[in-house]
């Protein structure tokens, strides 16, 4: 059993009744767009990710770590991920500040004409830089002379524009989750010369117990315990290391989950015969590019409305999402309805043929797939609620963290209210 604390329990249960109040950065902060270089006498900056942590897997009473992070500190209503909404797309964005669509990984499983291939098991590619597009928050880092040092964050194993974080790990989804915590704060624990200024942690287990049973699962119930265990772990070893007013945390999510009934799954063949089009991806936002010469037989038989999908042309999404401009969008884009997904027969055949499994993927605007925003340290504000925001927002609070310039983004610096001159 957990001991709940009872005092924070309280606190973020008053804070979630208090209504938005606007996220303020405390401390002293530059003009918008001044560029006064990097202040090394801020907090460190951890940036960590509950991978397909729901939003309202917060109401269900079994994570009071996380509630004393909120209750100690600040949070969103819900944090909406960008279009598709799966994790290296969403992880991305968090740390770019652009769409999917801007930074060129537009799935977690897409083609390049130049590049080939990319899937998260193909190590070649997600180490390959030039998959990789925009500046993420540890190579501006890194370019103004500030350390960093990433755990498992999707991108961070890549050299990208050149350059890579002071220290980063391989994925090692065999890692448990106190030996990742235990890293970082050993990280966080080195001199001042060492320390990384930035840092990122990352959970997968949760995603993992989510797609296996469905988000209502007793195994999404139990790790959740064992994330908030983590985080609770995190949070105390920064307490015994006298840290906690040295480092700001930003925890968020890429994603919730949704269920998926094992009947409610469409193989991709039935979808366009294999001889007019080829799957790029699954899952419940399904891409598909025509074979050389079938584009039209491809089109008549994807596009429109169909029983539990819709299909688009690539240029044809709806504007909300922010998505299909860019060359790895498959020519085609299909949308499965809430419950439903798809998947090659090959591996729908493998699958249990009753239960319920998790899936995300879905349109960002349903409640299923809203994330989470906790933010909590000495340069941050307690005990206030802001409104939910899009995870493209997240981007430029990090650099303001750091004292950086961000780099060309689609977020809005001003979603969050960071305190500026005049906006008092």
Known sequence: MHRIRVAAVAAFIALAAAGCQSLLVR?????????????????????????????DYLDRGVTPNIARLAADGARARWLSPSYPSLTFPNHYTVVTGLRPDQHGIVNNTMRDAALGRFSLGRQ??????????????????????????????PGS????????????????????????????LGWLSEPAATRPRFA???????????????????????TLAEVDDAIGRLLDGL???????????????DHGMAPVPAAQVIALEDMVDPADA??????????FEPLPGRTAAAEAQLLGRHDHYRCWRKGELPAHWHYGSHPRVPAIVCQTDKGWSTAPRERIAQWPKTGIRGAHGFDPALPSMRAIFIARGPSIRDGVVVPAFDNVDVYPLLMRLLGLPPAANDGDGDALQVLEPGHL
């Open 124 to 153: 070649e590619a997600v180490g390959d830089g030039r998959w990789w597009g925009g500046e993420p928050v540890w190579v501006a880092a890194e370019n103004a002379g500030l350390p960093t040092a990433t755990l498992f964050w």
């Open 200 to 222: 990122t942690l990352y959970f997968d287990a949760l995603d993992h117990a989510g797609h296996d049973a469905g988000p209502d699962s007793p195994g999404v119930a139990a």
């Open 27 to 55: 401390g002293p902060a530059s003009a918008p767009g001044a560029d006064t270089g990097p202040d090394t006498a801020r907090p460190a900056l951890l940036l960590v990710s509950i991978d397909g942590f729901r939003a």
């Open 278 to 287: 080829q799957a790029v991806s699954g899952g419940p936002s399904a891409g």
């Open 157 to 184: 194993e890549a050299a990208i524009g050149g350059v890579r974080p002071t220290r980063w790990l391989p994925y090692d989804g065999d890692m448990t989750m106190p030996a990742r915590v235990d890293t970082v």
């Open 239 to 253: 307490d015994a290391r006298g840290l906690a007013d040295a480092v700001d945390i930003v925890l968020v999510s």
